[in-house]
């Protein structure tokens, strides 16, 4: 299925392009999308603060060579390490950037987030808590164990097997129904129109095979109405769906004010519904370091095996970084690094009260 620009959609393209890359923060110089290059300063959009913050935390970390690109998915391999972009976006819009900012990646498991707000603002919250569960597993992000101890329920929606589910209980009358919904909430928090990786969507697809067998066994456990190979074909392609950092930072953004995209204007979410998206990205959204990342930072946040990485501070601001080279449990090492550094010069843990 492929889907194009219309005109509107490539003149809110342009001018939202107009507003990060020529009105504020360290952005890149005459940079367009799929473009890189050199973080240059420019005209401040956020405030002095914040500005020192991410350029204190991209000059500390630009040269760090720690970690190693995910080669599972043979495509993510061939991305280039040294690729480094920090976008933070307050609720107004405001924001600062540097670094490798409009170079297209695959999102990965970072729309898992998205697709979770789609059937919670469709469906309720309550069907994401009996359909799909909202506990950590305590098991590795693709357990077929945590299947069979559980027999499929209590999986969280932020691993393979509960995002698996959770696709599959978008409601649609056809696959296409269905991936239009998908693509369209990721449309909607990025605002702007999205497209799929297809090189990495094919090498996906060729080396799913772990993922249809996580399909099949919730399917046989009756956790989601659709054909379970459908559910994971779908799934496949919106982790293989292109962002920037710079969308990244206005997804993270849209959460952070209560799912108003703060760029366009657009109320995709509720206040309600962000809250418990939120929730979930507090408990599995790095997957088996999502309590140490909670612990150190106090963010919501999720990573993706492409090098992405979002952290919300509610209702203050929202954080994108793109740093391909990975740790051991599959978050990127720079990108981590930069949003713990930006967010405690800013304030952003909202667990750190002060005394009165």
């Known amino acids: 299925m492929r889907y194009q620009q219309s005109q509107d959609d490539q003149s809110l393209v342009a001018n939202r392009r107009q507003l990060f890359l020529g009105a504020g923060g360290f952005a890149l110089a005459g940079a367009a999308a799929g473009t890189v ?41 061939q991305v280039p390490s040294s690729y480094f972009g920090i976008v933070v976006v307050a609720p107004r819009g405001k924001h600062s950037s540097v670094g490798d900012l409009n170079v297209p990646f695959s999102i990965q498991s970072i729309s898992k987030v998205f697709t979770l707000a789609l059937v919670m603002k469709e469906s309720g919250p309550d069907a994401v808590v009996n359909g799909v569960g909202v506990d950590a597993t305590g098991q590795a992000f693709n357990s077929i164990e945590a299947i069979e101890q559980y027999k499929g329920h209590e999986m969280n929606p932020l691993v393979n097997p509960g995002a698996i589910a959770t696709v599959g209980q978008v409601t649609g009358a056809s696959p296409d129904e269905v991936w239009a919904k998908i693509i369209g909430i990721h449309n909607d928090c990025a605002g702007r129109t999205l497209e799929v990786n297809q090189p990495v969507y094919k090498s996906e697809s060729d080396t799913n095979q772990r993922n249809r067998a996580i399909g099949m066994l919730m399917s046989a456990y009756g956790r989601f109405p659709m054909d379970p190979l459908v559910a994971t074909d779908l799934y496949t392609r919106q982790c293989s769906i292109n962002v920037t950092a710079t969308d990244l930072g206005i997804m993270a953004a849209t959460l952070a004010n209560g799912g108003k995209n703060p760029v366009t204007g657009k109320v995709v979410l509720t206040p309600d519904i962000t809250s418990k998206v939120l929730a979930v990205m507090a408990t599995a959204g790095l997957y088996d370091d999502s309590g140490r990342w909670l612990y150190a930072t106090g963010l919501p946040g999720k990573s993706g095996v492409g090098g992405g990485l979002i952290a919300v501070s509610p209702g203050k601001f929202g954080i994108g970084t793109f740093a391909p080279p990975l740790d051991k449990a599959g978050n990127s090492v720079r990108g981590q690094k930069a949003i713990t550094d930006i967010s405690d010069a800013l304030g952003g843990n909202p667990y750190l009260a002060q005394q009165v």
């Open 37 to 77: 290059g050199r973080a240059q300063p420019m005209a401040p959009g956020g405030s002095p603060a914040v500005d020192a913050a991410v350029k204190a935390a991209y000059e500390r970390y630009r040269t760090l060579n720690e970690g190693a690109n995910a080669d599972y998915i043979p495509a993510l391999a």
